[in-house]
Structures are given as structure tokens and as C-alpha cells.
């Protein structure tokens, strides 16, 4: 049987704000995590599709609380205000 999965945030940052996109944390270590991508998802100039599995992951930016003024993944690389 599989574990289930814990649920959080990876929260990126840029000039235009603060974007949370939701995923499955599957292991967290002291620093780094390994995270499944619930949506498709835009980090620098790279683009996940949703499904893929991140591996070293700063914890920090996971959360599991949204920070004021975030920009919500509805996914297909759609955002909503919060």
C-alpha cells in the first residue's frame, strides 16, 4: 500500500509577484524535498508538466499556508488572485 502524500505549496517568487502552485510532497529531508507537480508549472525559463517529480526542493519554499496577495495556480498555467 502507498503512503499518502502530504499537500503543500511550492512557492515561487518574481518581479510581477508571488505564485503557489499546489503539489504532493513525497519525502522531506532537513533541507531539500522531493514534490509531484499538481499542475504545469513555470519555474525560470523551464516548463513541468504536471505529474513530474522535483527532487531537491529547498524546503523554504514549500508552504502550507498562502501568503497574502499569492497568485493561485488554476493550472494550464492559468493564475487567480487570492
Not at 62 to 76: D, N, Q, T, W
Request: glycine share 10%; proline share 6%.
Amino acid at each position: 500500500m502507498a503512503k499518502a502524500s502530504e499537500r503543500a505549496w511550492l512557492l515561487t517568487s518574481g518581479w510581477c509577484g508571488t505564485f503557489a502552485y499546489p503539489v504532493d510532497v513525497l519525502s522531506r529531508g532537513p533541507k531539500r524535498a522531493t514534490v509531484r507537480l499538481r499542475h504545469m508549472t513555470i519555474i525560470g525559463t523551464k516548463r513541468l508538466p504536471a505529474g513530474t517529480v522535483k527532487r531537491g526542493v529547498p524546503v523554504e519554499a514549500l508552504g502550507s499556508v498562502l501568503p497574502e496577495r499569492a497568485l493561485v495556480s488554476r493550472g494550464r498555467g492559468r493564475f487567480r488572485a487570492q
